[in-house]
């Protein structure tokens, strides 16, 4: 129900943009982010935006990546600008979507697109 796109192999210094779509007979989405896992470690929150565009970052990537959505395409990117060797990783998005108004909201993920970043 959540597909991502937009990772590739860039170098220190540049940019790309992730974005990652929900399918489906969507009754409403909540909460809307980005996650990441490095090898060897856990995943950890990048970035979250909230239905109404509150967005919340994480220290390391404050100043250098942009969350967003398109409500009406049921969609969020995450813009990341100034890129360093360190935010090598999978990024997996995930959303709280409601797809049965009598039913609660579940979190689900997307299947992650890999970041590289080369000195």
């Known amino acids: 129900q959540l597909q991502a796109s937009g990772g590739g192999l860039v170098q220190r210094g540049e940019s790309l943009r992730l974005s990652c779509a929900a399918s489906?007979?969507?009754?409403?989405?909540?909460?809307m982010g980005w996650y990441r896992q490095a090898p060897g470690k856990q995943r950890e929150l990048v970035a979250r935006?909230?239905?109404?565009?509150?967005?919340n970052y994480a220290d390391a990537v404050k100043g250098r990546f942009t969350v967003s959505r398109d409500n009406a395409k049921n969609t969020v990117y995450l813009q990341m600008d100034s890129l360093k060797p360190e935010d090598t990783a999978v990024y997996y998005c995930?959303?709280?979507?409601?797809?049965?108004?009598?039913?609660?909201?579940?979190?689900?993920w997307g299947q992650g697109t890999q970041v590289t970043v080369f000195s």
């Open positions: 995930n959303a709280r979507i409601q797809y049965n108004p009598l039913m609660s909201a579940y979190a689900y």
């Open positions: 489906g007979s969507i009754f409403s989405i909540d909460d």
């Open positions: 935006i909230s239905s109404g565009g509150r967005t």
